[in-house]
């Protein structure tokens, strides 16, 4: 019983034993063979990520970078295989070596003898990835424009990724494999982006060096030139901040008297204040008379004393004639004695000392400025620098008060001729449409025989005479739709079906286009909400858009219209497939009487007046008319109009009950 019982244990332990091993062998083993793999793998990446890293140094030239990349590659491929590297860098003329022009870094293994040309990527997989800022790769699929130049190299994979510093690529690196699955890529996927952080940390440290650098030569010389002009700074800044003073109580007066007048003695007491003057005063250009008027306002000078004189340009022994006609300023110690300057005047003035600035604007003059003291010798080089700053800012005053004087002078006669043009339109638009109506009836009993038979030549006369005064029907009612447009009509507006309105032109206009072979489409549009408008109205704006778009669209061309909503509005498309707006007649297409040149591409009948009626419609529906187009491909009008308000109304109040 015993051995028996002996044999059954060794033969259970045997059985464990088989058991034990052949999981060992089949499950176990595997596992600690893989984990002994991950472990070497991550072991074998520390330590390139160490080389890496531990000898990286900021690349001082371009020669520096180009080696420092190549030492990462050399590295990689020293530790790990089956792949063929090549990298790009952007090129610089200065900075940290960053540019546009594109050049190869390094190449390796059968990419080493390939030319950079063979190596060289489309403009738009730069930007694609410049753009998306992550690695791509294409297994087997490799873009059709790098494929052909791979496949001879017998390389299936690709992949590639950016490289740089944050927010500005510097170049790109790509990893090559034969295995059309990418297997090699997949199995030096970590290392090969360890290789592109160390590409990134190289161009993140060149940047801080190439920053530091510059910083430092440019503190080095703005230290040495502070130094130097420290003492001219100080001595300067007394008389600049008085010269601001004066500048902004200058600009301050401008501001505070808008009428020419006011604000010239004001400013002429600033400065007669600012240099301690006592007389200031501005002698302007007359150039009716060919005279320099002194303007009222003078400091220091009373108006019934006769100072605020006149003198002719052609009086060359005068200052102020002098400093106008030569541009350059005048300056005296002594003006009552001083032979260049009129001793009338001067004693008029009761001045000892004189300066005499141009006013100009560039390269025109406008006048002179006067200042002078009843002491001797007071006037500086430093009172002429302010002078000629505040004679820059009272020219400008100045024209700017002449130019707006004229320009209102112009507008009100341009609204009175603008006035004058409506009424003789409008006059004239109201006495032609009766006597048209006369000939044109007559016109049609003559070409339906009632007034007897016709020759052949009658007829044809007689139609062209019809066709004409058909045309100057369609100009007088055109100008006194305008007319009323313009004069204030009061619309009635109701809720309107503009999709049936659209159909309706399209339907009346389907004769004209059939007469040229046009196809006229009018797109579907169902369940529309009613637009606010004149119904009357905005189908002339629908007749005016699509006769348009028929006369400028060739034989066999096409004419779409279509409605759709737009929200708070609905919009309008009048496409055609005609000859187009050139730019130059973009900007002025709704103009009154306006018509685009296209020449010898399409001549079309019209008034120009139908698109300015338009325009006049959409405004007084409170909406917005536009279009689009290309020369040769087609123009696009729109037009916005507003949902009926009784309908948004209805929309609101199902919006509170819900």
Known sequence: MTHEWLAAFIAAAAGTAAVYWAMRFRTLLPLELALRGEREKTREMGVFARELFEEQTAAETPQMLAEALQYGADRFLH????VHLFAWRRLGLQGAFYGERAD??????????????????????????????????????????????????GLKSLRLSPWGTPGKIWGLIGALDADPRGQ???????????????????????????????AREQLEGGLSLTLQKLDETNLQLIRKAKEMKTVQEVTDTISEHPDQPDVLGAIAATVAKALEADVAAFLLLDENQGELVTQPGAHGLHDDEGALYR??????????????RTGQPFITGDA??????????????????????PLKIESRRIGVMRVGSFRKNFFSEEHLQLLRVIAEEVAVLVESAMMTQRLAEMNRQLAHLHRLKDDFVSTVSHEFKTPLTTISGFL???????????????????????????RLTMLVMSLLDLSKLEGGLQMDFVPVDLAELARASVENHRWEADKKS????????????????????LGQVFDNLISNAIKFTPERGCVSVAVENNGECLRACVRDSG????????????????????????????????????????????????????????????FLVPVSRETKGKEEGHDEDD
């Open 79 to 82: 530790r790990f295989g089956g």
């Open 104 to 153: 190869l870094a390094f190449r390796t293994g059968v990419l080493a003898a390939a030319e950079p040309l063979d190596l060289e990527l489309p403009e738009e997989l730069w930007e694609e990835l410049f753009r998306e800022e992550e690695t791509r790769i294409w297994k087997g699929d490799i873009p059709e424009g790098l494929k052909a130049r791979f496949a001879g190299r």
């Open 184 to 214: 090699g890529l997949a199995e030096c996927s970590e290392a090969l982006d360890v290789l592109t952080a160390y590409c990134c940390q190289t161009a993140a440290r060149t940047t801080q060096l190439h920053e530091h650098r510059s």
């Open 311 to 324: 003198i002719s340009l052609q009086n060359e022994m005068a200052s102020s004639v002098r400093v106008f």
């Open 336 to 357: 009552q004695n001083d032979p260049r300057v009129l001793a009338h005047y001067a004693r008029l003035w009761r001045c000892h000392s004189l300066a005499v600035i």
């Open 444 to 470: 049609a009993v003559l070409l339906a025989d009632e007034a007897g038979p016709l020759t052949a030549d009658q007829r044809k006369f007689l139609t062209s005479c019809k066709r004409a005064s058909e």
């Open 518 to 537: 046009v196809v006229l489409e009018l797109q579907p549009s169902n369940g529309l909400p009613p637009a606010h408008g004149d119904t009357k109205w």
């Open 579 to 638: 000859v187009g707006i050139p730019l130059e007649d973009g900007q002025r297409i709704f103009e009154k009487f306006y018509r685009g040149k296209n020449p010898g591409k399409v001549r079309a009948p019209g008034t120009g007046l139908g698109l300015a009626i338009c325009r006049s419609i959409i405004e007084k529906h409170e909406g917005k008319i536009w279009f689009e187009s290309e020369p040769d491909k087609g123009s696009r009008f729109y």
